[in-house]
């Protein structure tokens, strides 16, 4: 997904819930801005004020270190904040979090994996391997054996310059069973690495950048988050993908110790958490619902389906990432990934 918020707001107010009788009160909720902000605005906050009779401010963020910031200060002026999945996990074990009170909300028809004592997944996507159709015509790599086998899948190649999600990649490369990839076996997952990294043309940084590179021809097969590559069919570029060994990771919300409305933001979050809710999120961006409730209700449309990344018959082929496994070891797999990457 990408990260590159808007301009940071002071609290921008979208008087959704400002019905004949007055709202009932306010929350601020906290995003990561651009197309993903707009959608939530349209599928959660609009309906959620409404239905509630409250007024939901708006603000953006990077990531952790800005709720980190504020719960240790003392000085938290959010009430719900978007996160990725590695920090979710990561804040909740640092403390920063308020515990979710599961009597009011529901995750029926949520993954084990999608849902913690601290924070519930909003969205799904997934890191896809996207390959140029005009080079392989009917014969494209479907796997991330064939986008390692340089000899018969030749090509210019692309991968992210991160470790989480890409060394996943390589185990599965490598022939791991997807339900056999955590924990990690980290000295198996950069021996194959190795094997890759001189025919990486570029290790791409963001988002904006692969969308970028598989829509200017300058590779032709790379790993993308579904939703970019989407983009780039739309505006006509003759590229394709599957999810078939996908890294399916996700977004959570959360609220952050110390919110000044802690108790009506749980209301809310329930609310946006419900599967009526989260079926919104697909008319507006190609991010999956992370109950699967939601394909359940006749608002997601075939098509829809076919390529929404939790998608019941496209998540099952899909590996979902370990957010605990990884805000354990994150720092010190992520020294070793700096230590490949630059010798």
């Known amino acids: ?26 929350i601020t909720f906290t995003s990561f801005g651009g197309a993903f902000q707009d959608a939530q605005r349209a599928a959660l906050l609009e309906p959620t004020a409404e239905a509630m009779g409250i007024t939901i401010l708006e603000d953006t963020l990077t990531g952790i270190a800005e709720v980190r910031a504020q719960v240790l200060a003392g000085a938290v002026t959010w009430d719900i904040v978007d996160l990725g999945l590695a920090d979710c996990a990561a804040a909740q074990e640092e403390g920063i979090l308020e ?43 479907q796997s991330w ?10 090509g210019a190649r692309s991968l992210r310059n991160v470790p989480v999600g890409t060394l996943e990649i390589a185990l599965l490369a490598d022939g791991v069973a997807p339900d056999e990839i955590y924990p990690l076996d980290l000295d198996r997952a ?3 690495m190795e094997e890759i990294r001189d025919h990486i043309d570029v290790w791409w940084t963001s988002g904006a950048q692969s969308a970028q590179l598989i829509a200017d021809g300058e590779v032709d097969m ?35 110790r110390g919110a000044p409305n802690k108790d009506l933001a749980m209301e809310a979050l329930a609310m946006m958490l419900a599967p009526e809710q989260q079926a919104n999120m697909p008319q507006y961006i190609n991010y999956g619902p ?34 605990d496994w990884w805000a354990e070891n ?3 797999v992520q020294s070793r990934w700096d230590e490949f990457i630059t010798r």
């Open 1 to 26: 997904m990408n990260r590159t918020p808007a301009l940071a707001s002071t609290a921008l107010a979208f008087a959704f819930g400002a019905t004949a009788a007055g709202a009932e009160g306010t």
């Open 99 to 141: 515990p979710l009170d599961f009597d009011i909300i529901s995750v029926e028809g949520f993954d084990e994996a999608a849902y913690s004592s601290h924070w519930a997944g909003i969205i799904y996507f997934s890191t896809v391997l996207a390959y140029d159709n005009d080079l392989f015509g009917d014969s494209p790599p």
């Open 145 to 154: 054996a064939d986008f390692w086998d340089v000899e018969n899948f030749p």
């Open 190 to 192: 950069f021996a194959k």
């Open 222 to 256: 790379l790993s993308i988050w579904n939703g970019r590559l989407d983009a780039v069919v739309d505006d006509g570029i003759n590229a394709g993908y599957t999810y078939n060994e996908g890294i399916a990771a996700l977004d959570c919300l959360a609220i952050p």
């Open 290 to 323: 992370t109950t699967s409730l939601a394909f359940d209700l006749g608002i997601i449309t075939d098509e829809q389906v076919a390529i929404s990344p939790s998608a019941p018959d496209n998540l099952a082929v899909q590996v979902i990432t370990d957010a």
């Open 330 to 332: 994150r720092q010190a």
